[in-house]
């Protein structure tokens, strides 16, 4: 009942990142990212199709390994929640409590996302030399 369970929310995660794909305000990486999560507890081989990918893979696993987003993933993330703050101010017109509440809430999104780091560390120069 676990593993079908975890392969039911992987395969549900997969489809709502390839929508993501072609929907300019749906993520598709943190989806990707998830059903990987998913597949590692019920499925390897689903696991290892979604690393291997040659398009979702390396986000994945950049995620994975160094809990990295890539500067051009950092600037489209940061864009599409300033668009859809925007949209959502000027669609619901709310009032001023919850439209500070929902910037503080998207501001510290966008910290996260900022603050991670953009890619592997790499070693230093004195690291390497062995000095």
Known sequence: MRRTTFIFLGTGCVGLGILGAFLPLLPSTI???LAA???ARSSPALEA??????VFGPPVV???EH???PPRAKIFAVAGMTFGYVFFYLSARPGLWLAIGVAVFMLACATFVVSRPSG????KIEDVSGA
């Open 31 to 33: 989806f990707f990212i």
């Open 37 to 39: 999560a998913c597949y």
């Open 49 to 54: 199709r979604i690393l291997r990918h040659p």
């Open 62 to 64: 950049a995620w994975r």
């Open 67 to 69: 809990g990295a987003i």
């Open 120 to 123: 592997p560390k790499t070693a």
